[in-house]
């Protein structure tokens, strides 16, 4: 793996770090009191290149690698987490679904949308009843001459009442069989398709959760995408490069909460001097920076394999693992470091703690992430 960093590499980072100071950080937390998701700001996002990261010019994207698209959720989600995961949402689960496993005609069909920004994409695995367990769910599918009737619902959905493109995983099959299940495109004004309750979240707040129900929804059998029975198959496949989306996110979330405990360790004096100057804060930001290096590396080492279009499962189980509980733990440590003033919304850290508990959860829960490491080191 190349440790240097290029210049266009830093010329992005840089960029997205400005935009982020200036077009999120006055909103963030106007944004978070009123779970206002920021269409409009996602419009921008696709007018800079950051809708279709990873989609190929020809599509409309920027046709960029994951190690451009780590460095753009990281600087989002320095500022905002919530807007840093749907920013990874759409990129790396509905848009990347589409450009992984759409056929030409698809990929024209959806892609220069969903890459400028115009569209807005979600993606839909989960199911009341089925967690981690998504291979027995009961969204169900079945054909009907040249079109496909679906009938269910997913729960957790990223965008599920503003996104304009829905990528759906549906049984076609038997319970469990992990042939048994096909992935569908419906676009939003579809009948049948509508979104259900809005949850009151903990923390990303401005990123919009939602039920989206099937009720007879009917689409052109053209909508599937790869073969049926793949849906599962796919689905699991594209968690992995999900897993760094999330290891992305917390790492920027990490990074957000050192950044303001660092500035305030310098500001902050107690008995006459800073408290940075105690060994008990001093060593709280030595334990923050250097999970949060380690928490980097092993995000960058699955971007380069994928990057390279190599089996990155493990390695990305354990970014994601690894950085999302680094990023409960450096939030959690600004939040002692800052004292009463972080348990405080007139300080960034709060927001920090209450984001970054998702990371552990969502795309599979730590838990999770450590069976899938096992059966890799294992086989």
């Known amino acids: ?57 020809t599509y409309g994207g920027s046709g960029l690698g994951y190690q451009e698209y780590i460095s753009i959720i990281v600087e989002v989600s320095r500022v905002c987490g919530s807007v840093g995961l749907s920013l990874a949402a759409h990129n790396s689960l509905c848009t990347g679904h589409i450009l992984q496993f759409g056929n030409e005609e ?37 054909r009907d001459g040249d079109h496909w009737v679906i009938n269910g619902a997913k729960c957790w959905i990223t965008h599920g009442n503003t996104g304009d493109v829905v990528v759906v995983m549906a049984r076609t099959g038997e319970p469990r069989d992990s042939h048994g299940m096909t992935a569908f495109v419906v676009e939003r004004g579809t009948p049948g398709l509508s979104a259900g309750k809005k949850e009151n979240k903990l923390g990303m707040r401005a ?16 909508n599937m995408l790869g073969k049926e029975g793949d849906g599962f198959i796919q689905a699991m496949k594209i968690l992995d490069g999900g897993r760094i989306s999330i290891a992305a996110l917390s790492l920027g979330i990490a ?6 405990s660092l500035k305030y360790a310098k500001e902050r004096h107690q008995f006459d001097q800073p408290i940075a100057n105690f060994q008990g804060i001093a060593f709280k930001l030595a334990d923050m920076k250097s999970q949060i290096d380690a928490a980097e590396l092993l995000t960058r080492q699955a971007a380069d394999l994928k990057n390279r279009g190599e089996k990155c499962t493990k390695e990305s189980a354990m970014a994601k693992y690894y950085a999302s509980e680094v990023a409960v733990k450096v939030s959690t440590d600004a ?10 919304k007139e300080f960034p850290v709060e927001k920090f703690y209450r984001d970054s508990k998702l990371c552990t959860i969502g795309e599979g829960t730590s838990e999770i992430q450590k069976l899938v490491i096992a059966r890799e080191v294992l086989k």
Request: overall charge negative; hydrophobic content about 35%; some cysteine.
């Open 106 to 142: 698809q990929k024209k069909k959806w892609l220069p949308k969903l890459a400028s920004g115009q569209h807005i994409g979600a993606w839909g695995l989960t199911e009341p009843n089925t967690g981690s367990d998504a291979g027995n769910m009961k969204c169900v599918a079945h």
């Open 335 to 344: 939040v002692q470091i800052f004292g009463g003033y972080g348990y405080t």
């Open 207 to 222: 990123s919009e959760t939602t039920e989206v129900i099937f009720d007879n929804c009917r689409i052109p059998a053209a």
């Open 1 to 57: 793996m190349d440790f240097s960093q290029d210049e266009q590499l830093d010329i992005i980072t840089q960029s997205v770090r400005e935009f982020a100071q200036k077009e999120i950080k006055p909103h963030v937390m106007d944004w978070d009191e009123r779970q206002y998701f920021p269409k409009e700001l996602f419009h921008k996002f696709g007018e800079m290149g950051w809708m279709g990261v990873l989609v190929p010019e």
């Open 255 to 260: 990074y957000g909460a050192y950044d303001a």
